[in-house]
């Protein structure tokens, strides 16, 4: 277990606000990732950070952006949420890159 | 087509039987991984590898490079191993970054 929270859990959202997820870690693992699972696919990238303030895009970042100014705290905006973003949102650290360690998992739907 | 490819979908067994999910592959790897999630939704990592065999109690995981092709084998198989298995790769171009499959959900029956 490494010690990855997210939060909130569970979120209810109306189509076109903002909304945040937060995923903090306790192990100082370098690499963060945000993924998001859906019926019918894997789960799939949205973005990567290998380092604080340093992010990347993954295949389906449209739509989202993300933060990293501290080792610990990785966040996930959606800047106007939308009903295609009704979704399982996980995150995983990762030490040097390759055994992921994942968070519970947040559920969001937007209405 | 997926980069990676599980095989069957879904699959029911029954207490005790022997169980094999597959997963196929289409680029280079550095290494493959087998996950579970339960039905709590909680994903935890099984196996990381990246030739050869790796055991751990009554899970078994093995890949054929050349091939491109891993499979994960239950031995006397639990109501407790029922769960999504997930198969990813590492892709030698991809850094740290993984491509999942789309899992495949076992059931097994007391």
């Known amino acids: ?111 | 087509k997926n980069e990676v490819e599980q095989s069957p979908q879904n699959l029911t067994a029954q207490e005790g039987e022997f169980i094999t999910i597959n997963c196929s592959y289409s680029v280079g790897i550095s290494a493959l991984h087998w996950l579970q999630q339960h039905p709590g939704g909680g994903i935890v990592s099984l196996f990381m590898l990246s030739s050869g065999k790796k055991k751990h109690g009554r899970l078994i995981a093995t890949i054929n490079i050349q091939e491109k092709h891993s499979s994960l084998h239950i031995t006397a198989s639990h109501p407790r191993d029922s769960a999504v298995y997930i198969c990813a790769v590492g892709a030698e171009t991809s850094g740290s970054r993984l491509t999942f499959g789309e899992g495949t959900q076992l059931t097994v029956n007391p």
């Open chain 1, 1 to 111: 277990d490494a010690g990855i929270t997210q939060s909130p859990r569970h979120k209810v959202t109306e189509t076109g606000t903002p909304v945040t997820l937060r995923c903090h870690q306790t192990e100082n693992h370098r690499y963060m990732y945000w993924y998001r699972q859906d019926p019918g696919h894997g789960l799939r990238l949205i973005h990567y950070s290998y380092g604080v303030k340093d992010t990347d895009k993954g295949e389906v970042s449209d739509g989202y952006s993300v933060s990293r100014s501290k080792t610990e705290d990785f966040l996930l905006t959606l800047e106007s949420a939308t009903s295609s973003q009704t979704s399982v949102y996980f995150c995983a650290t990762a030490i040097q890159g390759y055994e992921q360690y994942f968070g519970p998992g947040t559920r969001l739907t937007v209405t």
